[in-house]
């Protein structure tokens, strides 16, 4: 079983309004992002925004644009 596949079988907690993407894409995106040194919410959109074509390819996706630092922060913030 591979990251994607894992990723995919986690259950969803957050409400019907913030599923606006897929969990397992938002999840993947703030792992490889975090893995290559961004951790705040902007410098996470900044590295989907310059990947968003590579990672669309590599990951056979259809063209769907991915989640901003305002996203990420009003549905995963715990504070």
Same mark, same amino acid.
């Given at each position: 079983?591979? +990251?994607? #596949?894992?990723?995919? #079988?986690? =259950? ?9 993407? =897929? +969990? ?16 705040? $919410?902007?410098? +996470? ?15 056979? +996706?259809? =063209?769907?644009?991915? =989640?901003?630092?305002? $996203? ?8």
């Amino acid at each position: 079983m591979n +990251l994607l #596949q894992i990723l995919a #079988q986690l =259950p969803d907690f957050r409400a019907a309004r913030g599923r606006r993407y =897929p +969990l397992w894409l938002v999840l993947l995106l703030v792992i490889m992002g975090t893995m290559s040194g961004c951790f705040s $919410y902007c410098a +996470l959109e900044n590295f989907a925004r310059r990947h968003h074509q590579a990672l669309n390819q590599e990951l056979e +996706l259809s =063209p769907l644009s991915f =989640p901003t630092e305002f $996203y990420i922060s009003a549905n995963y913030d715990e504070n």
